[in-house]
């Protein structure tokens, strides 16, 4: 395993699905710090060299909780950090019709918060993945947490590959 410090995944969950993911995530790595946002401070992420924020997708986007402090986050406090960001959702081909047109127009958590991140000076550094769950509630869908630990050593291995130690 690489001996990437300063990197921290900040989550929020309902009901511990994506909780489940940021931990998967966080197998590739040593000396990772996986935080709530109910724990969260500014003084967490100063310092930090790669910083990857999950969530699960309410609405289109991220729960308020999580949105209030990327919010928090003064421009450009994210200069020269590495950034992505993941959330858990419905698999787009078992909805229906109609929630597919809705989940189209209104789009996923993800995206929104690799955007916030970046409007913070945060660098993309992989696009935004989505792990599927099967109900509201759960469970992950079976091979996600798996699926999610290859995720975070591809994360891994790009921010290598870049010549980060």
Same mark, same amino acid.
């Given at each position: ?12 969950? !309902? ?5 489940? #993911?940021?931990?998967?995530?966080? /197998?590739?790595?040593? *000396?990772?710090? $996986?935080? &709530?946002?109910? *724990?969260?401070? @500014? ?7 790669? @910083? ?14 999580? =949105?209030?402090?990327? *919010?928090?986050?003064?421009? *450009?406090? =994210?200069?020269? $950090?590495?950034?992505? &960001? ?7 081909? /078992?909805?229906?019709? !109609? !929630? ?5 127009? #209104?789009?996923?958590?993800? #995206? ?8 913070? %000076? %945060?660098? !993309? =550094? ?6 599927? $769950? ?15 630990? /290859?995720?975070?050593?591809? #994360? ?10």
């Amino acid at each position: 395993m690489a001996n990437i410090f300063n990197t921290l995944i900040i989550y929020d969950s !309902l009901h511990g699905n994506t909780k489940k #993911i940021a931990d998967s995530i966080s /197998k590739g790595f040593d *000396n990772i710090k $996986v935080i &709530s946002v109910e *724990n969260i401070t @500014l003084e967490d992420i100063k310092g930090i060299n790669l @910083l990857i924020v999950g969530s699960p997708t309410h609405g289109g986007t991220t729960k308020p909780s999580l =949105l209030e402090f990327l *919010n928090s986050i003064p421009l *450009n406090y =994210l200069k020269d $950090v590495y950034i992505t &960001s993941f959330d858990t959702r419905f698999d787009e081909k /078992k909805l229906k019709l !109609l !929630l597919k047109l809705l989940v189209k127009t #209104i789009g996923y958590a993800a #995206i929104k918060i690799s955007k916030i991140l970046e409007s913070k %000076g %945060g660098k !993309l =550094l992989i696009q935004p993945e989505g792990f599927f $769950v099967d109900d509201t509630k759960g469970p992950i869908t079976k091979g996600e947490e798996e699926r999610a630990v /290859k995720w975070g050593e591809e #994360i891994k291995s790009k921010y290598l590959d870049l010549g980060n130690e």
